[in-house]
């Protein structure tokens, strides 16, 4: 347990969230001795990024809750499976199966990818792997099991004895249209297998049951196990009161969605939870990350391409604010994460519960003094055609036969990164500059400074021989040029590593032939 003075204290944001919880809550959680949280899940695509954001941000509470109060917690991973299939996502195999199952719940439609009973079940797997990956600790559960099962039948009860009050909630929010048609129960159809939404003609309190006009015929449909379920935000408020959860975070977009989830949370007598919206993840064009259209970057391409910590370090960091998140992300996104590494064990108390990396690890970061930035490995990379893990530590030993695998596990794990990244969204968008005739003469000038020097030269004396070659060859006035240059003509990029440092890993020999070679191109 941390100090009383340091958790009452810090603004991180894990911290703030739960001193509020506690607060807000204090009678509620006392009663229970327990704290539920809950993450919701819409598996009408596969498992995307945001869905990862929003578990491992509430982890981050939880991880916060366990230093300030010892009691009981459980974080609730909900799969809204049996709702029924409104859009064929873009990136799904054997789509033709979706497309003739429109408007059937996604437990009920068969699985594209062959693999499980159903399309929600398979999503609902993939969702459980990835987040085990991660090593969360959470309960899986399932919208079909607890409404077949019958766990939620005393809620739905509830929401029909309630119905008027409900209904006085909701219908002030919709159109005209739409409140002549509006019920909160959506029975499953006994001839198509489809989620309906038809208007309520009667209801029977005493058996459970709902008439509805389905296109002018009647039909009776007991609301229990499953043969019935509820629009989304009754079904929001429903879980809530089922399953007494005390917080809940969420996208912005819900957030109008989450204050009539509340409401109906309320008037079926229970408090609603404590909520917390976040802002959404964008793609490179600054569009909403859909699961439903696969852009973004996937969980699978940011664990090829870096570590789950530096992913759970972009989930912590700002979370109320927009965030593009996309494959060029990634390499920034690891030299923050290494940055912060370094910096933690020189911190103070109240500095290390601010420092991200302190909720990344829960508590306990690794010590591991840091070599080089995952940017500069990648320059490695590509100017030593590294291929394999083997062969790029045969360059990293070169010159600092110290670093050894064994003792740097942050290095040896960037190092299978750093290939795949460089593989895969680096070299094929190289382009390498031809130098003109000046730059070609002020490039050669800096090769014939580098023969003059030694291999064991510091990098900080390489760096100011770079700049002084510069400064004599005409970039005084434009040094950011310079640099420019040589990045464009050796690495085929405009940004590129402090050359001095890279020069010292790499090697004076070995950069003056790649420099050479590349002017003979």
């Not at 509430?58 to 009691?71: G, P, R, Y």
């Not at 580098?450 to 004396?461: F, I, R, S």
């Not at 085929?492 to 050359?499: D, F, L, T």
């Amino acid at each position: 347990m941390l100090e009383s003075d340091l958790i009452q204290s810090t603004s991180s944001w894990p911290f703030v969230e739960i001193r509020k919880l506690l607060k807000d809550r204090k009678d509620i959680i006392s009663k229970k001795n327990k704290i539920i949280f809950q993450t919701g899940y819409g598996p009408s695509g596969l498992p995307h990024i945001g869905t990862f954001g929003e578990v491992s941000r509430t982890s981050m509470m939880i991880n916060a809750l366990n230093h300030i109060k010892e009691i009981k917690s459980e974080l609730i991973t909900f799969s809204d499976d049996m709702d029924g299939l409104r859009k064929v996502p873009d990136n799904i195999p054997n789509d033709k199966i979706l497309h003739d199952n429109i408007g059937k719940p996604l437990t009920d439609i068969p699985d594209p990818f062959k693999k499980y009973k159903s399309f929600g079940e398979y999503n609902n797997k993939m969702l459980v792997e990835f987040l085990k990956k991660f090593k969360f600790d959470f309960i899986f559960k399932s919208s079909t099991e607890n409404y077949k099962k019958g766990i939620f039948n005393d809620s739905i009860k509830r929401v029909l004895e309630k119905y008027d009050d409900i209904m006085n909630i909701i219908l002030p929010t919709l159109r005209s249209e739409r409140r002549k048609t509006y019920s909160p129960f959506l029975p499953i159809c006994s001839d198509t297998g489809k989620v309906l939404e038809i208007p309520v003609i009667e209801m029977d309190k005493k058996n459970n049951s709902v008439v509805f006009d389905n296109n002018g015929k009647k039909i009776k449909v007991d609301i229990l196990n499953g043969k019935c379920k509820l629009q989304w935000k009754v079904d929001w408020a429903m879980r809530w009161f089922t399953f007494d959860v005390d917080f809940e975070m969420y996208g912005k977009d819900l957030t109008e969605s989450a204050i009539l989830s509340s409401k109906i949370c309320e008037a079926m007598g229970k408090q609603p939870p404590n909520g917390f919206a976040y802002e959404f993840f964008l793609d490179e064009k600054g569009e909403k990350i859909s699961k439903s259209k696969g852009n973004g970057i996937t969980i699978e391409q940011w664990l090829r391409y870096a570590s789950p910590e530096s992913l759970s370090l972009y989930m912590y960091q700002n979370p109320k604010r927009a965030k593009k998140l996309y494959p060029d992300v990634v390499p920034k996104a690891v030299d923050e994460y290494l940055s912060l590494i370094e910096k933690y064990d020189k911190q103070k108390s109240h500095e290390q519960l601010l420092n991200p990396v302190w909720h990344v690890h829960r508590g306990s970061p690794p010590k591991e003094k840091i070599v080089m930035p995952f940017s500069m490995l990648l320059n490695i990379v590509g100017s030593s055609n590294a291929k394999t893990k083997d062969i790029l530590w045969k360059f990293i030993k070169k010159f600092h036969k110290e670093i050894d695998p064994k003792n740097h596990k942050i290095l040896d794990e960037l190092t299978d990164y750093a290939i795949n990244y460089f593989i895969d969204e680096v070299e094929p968008k190289k382009k390498f500059k031809k130098p003109n005739k000046n730059e070609k003469k002020a490039l050669e000038n800096l090769i014939a400074v580098l023969k003059k020097v030694p291999q064991n030269t510091p990098a900080e004396e390489i760096q100011t021989k770079i700049y002084t070659a510069g400064k004599e060859n005409g970039y005084s006035d434009s040094l950011r040029d310079w640099f420019k240059l040589i990045y464009e003509v050796c690495f085929g990029e405009e940004n590129g590593p402090r050359m001095g440092f890279f020069i010292s890993f790499f090697g004076v020999k070995e950069t003056i032939d790649l420099m050479e070679k590349k002017l003979r191109m």
